[in-house]
């Protein structure tokens, strides 16, 4: 009688094991393929342009994921995704400026400043000209910023935005008070692009 109370353990056990491996396995592979799926959709889904004079201004909403991504690895997705969960009402964007000719937007005939009071500007106090104005009408200023310098490699700029608190599902609209080259105050409404990555 023990040995088959025993046998029966050991087979509920390992039904039991195989069940949670399965579990983990498929909750891998549908972490795999929202990545992916985010991958080949070229990670950005929120995008708007607009241009004043000579220079374009672009913001780009990207998905948090893809930061995690770049600082994690793709090793190991369970972690990326809870860390992704953790900080749900955080966002990223992108914000860069192109001069029409391919100008270094940092020259003193564009900002009116020397070359490294600019590079000091984008790199220090833009972040108070931004703000995002959320579609419950809430405002969230900036919580800060990087200005990733590329050494004059790439016709633009750009800077990237943080904001936090704001919930997930809230599409924004972007605003920005331009004081680098005085543009007067430009917004950019961030939509989900029509082909939208399924998640």
Request: a negative charge; charged letters at 30%; one cysteine or more.
């Amino acid at each position: 009688m023990k040995g088959g109370i025993s046998f029966l353990l050991i087979l509920f056990l390992l039904v039991s094991c195989k069940k949670q491996i399965t579990a983990d396995s498929d909750n891998e592979s549908d972490l795999a393929y929202k990545y992916f799926s985010l991958e080949k959709s070229g990670w950005k889904s929120k995008k708007n342009t607009q241009q004043a004079d000579d220079i374009y201004f672009t913001a780009t909403e990207v998905p948090l994921a893809y930061y995690i991504l770049k600082e994690k690895g793709a090793d190991n997705l369970t972690s990326i995704d809870s860390v992704e969960k953790a900080n749900s009402k955080e966002r990223i964007l992108e914000f860069e400026f192109l001069q029409d000719e391919e100008q270094d937007l940092l020259k003193e005939e564009f900002t009116g400043r020397t070359y490294e009071d600019g590079v000091k500007y984008m790199s220090f106090s833009i972040e108070n000209d931004f703000y995002v104005v959320t579609s419950k009408q809430d405002t969230i200023k900036c919580s800060g910023t990087l200005f990733e310098r590329s050494f004059k490699l790439t016709p633009y700029k750009r800077v990237l935005l943080f904001f936090s608190g704001i919930e997930p599902d809230d599409e924004i609209q972007l605003i920005y008070n331009d004081r680098l080259y005085n543009k007067g105050t430009l917004k950019f409404k961030l939509q989900e692009n029509l082909t939208k990555v399924i998640l």
